[in-house]
């Protein structure tokens, strides 16, 4: 069986350069949407054409839209790690958190909230909408019409698969690398479309570190809280010293790292007089992809520290010039080369005040607080 044609948005309904586009599901996609791995849940079931094609319009049919625009996404996030593990031979065979069988449940429009989230315990994807300034007069923000509002939540689930022992992590940084997946999962699947990388060339005329919609995560729910740059931007300057230990601000440190050697690499890769800039972007993006799950897949399989995974990184990285720009940037950002051991590493109640609405559900935070006071209790 063929795949399935859908519409969806490629950024947001705000960032209109870019707009809407057709894209193409590879694998077969069944009623509702769903497939083996996911199913949109808490909507009318979504029917295709004849073709099997998903085509709706987002002003005559909003919610057949949303249904096919979250799937897509979700299935674009998966389907792209999936890639990374087969071509690096490290799994065939996906499986969420819970094992093999039963797909994660998605919900477009899971009722009003300023807020998105995945759930282990319920094994679903719940994205919400709101009035901004819960101001009745203005119109709903759905946030499952975020590009980046979905792929950061799928990203959530996706390293929660990978690694689960994260979830009941106490050390503030591994939180930070949760949080960060998720940004990370936003920019690296918007590296996996083609379409995308050429939208990013043409607006930035590529200098990844011009203002543009690539590294600005989450534009339309930032534009709702008055913030140009989205509700956070990966191109970024933090260092370690410059954040508290509240979650979300330590995890845009990472991003910011991992942002900037991707720029970098990106910086004296192109060849424009022999290869489309595009095409750079979108190779360069596999290989970060990579690097960042081998990373992970490498490290301590909890309390993971930003030096444990800056350093597998740097031994994964098998071109010398690259290795050198992944230390050069975590060492500005005081992640390597700092005097090693000097701050004792406890466990400690952590900050998730600012986290999206995954690291801060009760689920989850109940499931640290018991692993700091195991690991409190151990000493
Ligand atoms: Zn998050």
Redesign the pocket.
């Known amino acids: 069986m063929l795949g399935s044609k859908v519409k969806i948005w490629k950024q947001d309904p705000t960032v209109e350069p870019i707009g809407i586009r057709t894209a193409y599901i590879h694998t077969p996609v069944e009623n509702g949407p769903k497939d083996a791995e996911m199913e949109i849940k808490g909507m009318p079931v979504t029917l295709p054409n004849a073709d099997n094609d998903f085509l709706f319009d987002p002003g005559e049919n909003p919610s057949e839209f949303d249904s096919v625009h979250t799937f897509t996404v979700v299935r674009q996030v998966l389907t792209m790690y999936q890639r990374a593990l087969r071509r690096n031979e490290i799994a065939d065979d996906f499986n969420w958190q819970w094992g093999a069988g039963t797909p994660i449940g998605v919900f477009p429009r899971a009722g009003m909230d300023a807020n998105a989230?995945?759930s282990r315990s319920e094994k679903a994807l719940r994205f919400f909408y709101f009035h901004p300034g819960d101001d009745e007069s203005v119109p709903l923000v759905y946030t499952c019409r975020s590009f980046d509002i979905t792929a950061?939540?799928t990203?959530?689930a996706i390293l929660d698969a990978l690694r689960p022992g994260y979830w009941t992590s106490w050390h503030p940084q591994t939180g930070g690398l949760?949080?960060s997946f998720?940004?990370l999962t936003a920019i690296f699947t918007m590296l996996a479309q083609l379409d995308q990388c050429e939208a990013i060339i043409a607006e930035s005329k590529g200098d990844l570190h011009s203002k543009t919609f690539f590294p600005a995560v989450a534009e339309q729910f930032g534009q709702a809280l008055g913030r140009t740059m989205g509700l956070r931007n990966a191109d970024n300057d933090l260092k370690l010293s410059d954040v508290s230990n509240e979650v979300?601000e330590i995890?845009q440190v990472f991003t910011g790292a991992v942002y900037d050697i991707l720029a970098d690499i990106f910086e004296v890769y192109q060849k424009p007089d022999e290869y489309d800039q595009a095409e750079t972007l979108f190779r360069v993006g596999k290989h970060m992809t990579a690097l960042v799950v081998l990373a992970l897949l490498q490290g301590p399989e909890r309390n993971a520290t930003y030096q444990d995974i800056a350093q597998q990184m740097i031994q994964i990285e098998p071109v010398d010039e690259w290795k050198q720009f992944i230390e050069n940037q975590f060492t500005k950002r005081e992640v390597l080369g700092g005097p090693a051991g000097l701050v004792a590493e406890k466990a400690q109640s952590l900050d998730w005040d600012k986290?999206?609405?995954?690291?801060k559900h009760p689920d989850h935070v109940k499931d640290t607080d018991a692993a700091v006071k195991k690991a409190l209790k151990k000493k």
Not at 355 to 359: I, S, Y
């Open positions: 989230f995945y950061h939540e990203g959530h949760h949080e998720g940004d979300h995890s986290c999206c609405g995954t690291l």
